[in-house]
C-alpha cells in the first residue's frame, strides 16, 4: 500500500540540496510548517530561495535561516512586521540591509496567482497589478483594450513545506481554519511537498468530498507537535 508517512522531521526534510526553492505556507502566523523549517536547519541545506507571504513569523523557522546565512533570496508580499513592537520579519530587514539577501517583493494577489499557474501548468500572464509602479520596473508590459498589464511568470518549487491538520497515509489532507491559505497552491507548484500535521488519521477516516488537497500532491506527511511562537 502506498504510504507517505514518515518517522521523523529529519526524514522529512531529508534531501533539500543546496540552491532550492523551497515554497513556504503560511499567511502570518497562520498555517506555518515552523517545526520542518526548524528541522531544515538542523538538516543544513544553503543558498536557499524563499516565498513565503511574509518575511519570516517571529524568531524561529525562516528568521532562523535567514540569520544562519542559509536563504540567497526571499520572495514575499509582506516583507515587515505590521507590529513594531513585536517584529516578525527583523531578521530579514536586517539581512537586507546588510546586502546579505536579495528580495523580490510580489504583490500578495500576484504571487498566489504565480504559485497556482505553476501548479497548473500554465505559462505567463498579463495582470493589470503593479502596473506603472516600481514593482513593474524590468518586466514587459502591454496596454490592452487602454489598461496596463504586467507580464508574470509562474512560479516553480522544488519543495513546498506546508502544515495542516490531519492527513491518512496517502496523503489526503484535511486543513484548519486559515492554515489553508497559501498551502493548496505551494503543493501543486512544487517537485517534492513535505506537509507536518497534527495527526495521521486511518484510510477513510477522511471522507472524499472532505479532503482539502489530494495526497497526489503530497509526497512526504510527518506527524508533529506545533509550538505556537504567540
Same mark, same amino acid.
Not at 163 to 174: E, I, S, T, Y
Given at each position: 500500500m502506498l504510504d507517505k508517512t514518515v518517522a521523523t522531521l529529519a526524514d522529512a526534510v531529508r534531501g533539500v540540496h543546496d540552491g532550492a526553492t523551497l515554497l513556504v505556507g503560511g499567511f502570518g502566523v497562520s498555517g506555518v510548517p515552523q517545526e520542518l523549517l526548524c528541522a531544515l536547519l538542523d538538516q543544513g541545506a544553503r543558498d536557499l530561495v524563499v516565498v513565503n507571504n511574509n518575511g519570516g513569523n517571529g524568531p524561529k523557522g525562516l528568521s532562523q535561516l535567514i540569520e544562519a546565512g542559509r536563504v540567497r533570496k526571499v520572495i514575499t508580499s509582506y516583507a515587515r512586521s505590521a507590529n513594531p513592537a513585536r517584529p516578525s520579519a527583523q531578521a530579514l530587514a536586517e539581512?537586507?540591509?546588510?546586502?546579505?539577501?536579495?528580495l523580490e517583493c510580489v504583490p500578495q494577489g500576484t504571487?498566489?496567482?504565480?504559485?497556482?499557474?505553476?501548479?497548473?501548468?500554465?505559462?505567463?500572464?498579463?495582470?493589470?497589478?503593479?502596473?506603472?509602479?516600481?514593482?513593474?520596473?524590468?518586466k514587459e508590459t502591454r496596454v490592452i483594450d487602454g489598461r496596463g498589464y504586467v507580464l508574470e511568470h509562474p512560479l516553480h518549487g522544488d519543495f513546498a513545506?506546508?502544515?495542516? +491538520?490531519?492527513?491518512?497515509?496517502?496523503?489526503?489532507?484535511?486543513f484548519k481554519n486559515a492554515e489553508r491559505n497559501f498551502g493548496h497552491v505551494m503543493a501543486t507548484a512544487a517537485k517534492t511537498t513535505v506537509v507536518q500535521?497534527?495527526?495521521i488519521v486511518p484510510l477513510g477516516a477522511?471522507?472524499?468530498?472532505?479532503?482539502?488537497?489530494?495526497?497526489?500532491?503530497? +509526497?512526504?506527511?510527518? +506527524?508533529?507537535h506545533h509550538e505556537p511562537w504567540i
Open positions: 539581512a537586507y540591509h546588510a546586502g546579505l539577501v536579495e504571487i498566489a496567482e504565480r504559485l497556482r499557474a505553476a501548479g497548473a501548468g500554465i505559462g505567463p500572464f498579463f495582470t493589470p497589478v503593479s502596473y506603472g509602479t516600481p514593482l513593474a520596473e524590468g513545506f506546508v502544515k495542516a +491538520q490531519a492527513a491518512d497515509r496517502h496523503g489526503n489532507l484535511v500535521v497534527e495527526e477522511i471522507p472524499p468530498e472532505q479532503v482539502m488537497l489530494p495526497g497526489i500532491f503530497v +509526497q512526504r506527511v510527518v +506527524q508533529c
